[in-house]
């Protein structure tokens, strides 16, 4: 299958199917009306109506040229659509709808996420949500995936989510040294939720945030013992490195009791994503990829703070430090 120059990205869902989002243009305009209809009918209507019942075509078209609309499809199929436009100079992300035949997939987490990929590409830092306050149950969904309240207008509350800061890491070095430079950053009590494939450089980066914080070593794979402390050597936050792979929910990370040292301990947790989260809603997420091309190490690191524990300028300047 020949792929459209507009394809952001592709993932294989569990039963075979594929999962893409491609901008789309203007030619899509009454394709998206549908979708956005189609999504947001199904919606509980508490007070009036979504105003997103009442897009008509033109709009939509207007939008679509502005190159500001993505169509998510499965197997070809358009399923879901999310339209960026701006508030304030902003990205205002707008019409988020999911049909409700697709849902449950993952399908509005993966348009977030890669929506979020091409706007860092094309060098935003932030992306903010307007949600009607009547709505409390998707003010909620949306803080799950690192949104936050930054004020209420009107009958919205505002939601901001800041974007990656991306980095390269060629080789095991560099990736130590992203972990070193971004102990800099880092303070007494926060979390960093580590995701990547097996292999993907996890523990390679914890090995450098290690040295980092300047705790005892050596930071291992903590596979065989689910986790471990690496005790500071200055008096500064000691280390708890965590392997969630073969913990099956939250329940079972409450066991390891990491509570108690969470509060002064700088905590990674690898393999985290999806159980972590419940600990503390502040977090620092690490997402680690690699290229397509077996042959070539670079690994592309994607680290997001999540809350106000951190400023994302700051771990920027931080990570990317010559
Ligand atoms: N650019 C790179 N970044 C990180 N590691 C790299 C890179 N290139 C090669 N490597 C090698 O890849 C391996 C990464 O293993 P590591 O244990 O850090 O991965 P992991 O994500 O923790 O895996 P697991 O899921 O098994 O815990 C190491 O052997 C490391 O030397
Ligand atoms: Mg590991």
């Known amino acids: 299958m020949t792929r459209p120059e507009s394809e952001l990205a592709a993932a294989r869902l569990p039963d075979r199917r594929e999962l893409t989002v491609r901008i789309a ?8 009306l549908a979708l956005i209809h189609e999504a947001f009918a199904a919606r509980p209507v508490v007070g009036p109506p979504a105003e997103a019942l009442a897009d008509d ?10 190159g500001t609309g993505y169509l998510a499809e499965i197997d070809g199929v358009p399923v879901g659509t999310a339209t960026l436009t701006s508030l304030d100079g902003r990205p205002l992300l707008s019409r988020i709808g999911v049909i409700p035949a697709a849902r449950g997939r993952g399908v509005a987490t993966f348009l977030l996420e890669v929506i979020a990929e091409h706007r860092v590409a094309l060098g935003d830092t932030e992306i903010v949500m307007l949600v009607r306050l009547d709505h409390p149950e998707l003010v909620a969904g949306w803080q799950g995936v690192g949104f936050r309240e930054e004020a209420v207008r009107d009958a919205h509350v505002l939601l901001r989510r800041p974007l990656p800061v991306v980095v390269e890491a060629p080789d095991a070095d560099a990736m130590r040294e992203l972990g070193r430079r971004l102990a800099h950053v880092l303070n007494p009590g926060d979390l960093i939720v580590a995701s990547g494939e097996l ?3 996890k523990t390679t980066f914890t090995q450098g945030l ?10 291992i794979s903590p596979t065989f013992v689910l986790s471990r402390i690496h005790r500071s050597r200055n008096g500064g936050p000691d280390l708890v490195h965590v392997d969630a792979y073969r913990l099956g929910s939250f329940a079972e990370l409450e066991d390891l009791d990491l509570e ?5 301990a700088v905590t990674l947790v690898e393999w985290g994503s999806g159980v972590a989260e419940a600990l503390t809603t502040d977090r620092i997420e690490l997402d680690i990829h690699r290229g397509t091309d077996p042959d070539d190490d670079t690994r592309w690191v994607s680290v997001t703070p999540l809350g106000d524990r951190w400023d994302r300028a700051a771990v920027a300047a931080a990570l990317k430090e010559d």
């Open 25 to 32: 243009d203007p030619d899509d305009a009454a394709t998206i």
């Open 57 to 66: 075509g033109a709009l939509v078209a207007d939008r679509l040229a502005a």
């Open 199 to 201: 292999g993907a450089g």
């Open 210 to 219: 290690g040295a980092g914080l300047n705790v005892d070593g050596p930071v």
């Open 260 to 264: 108690a040292s969470l509060g002064e």
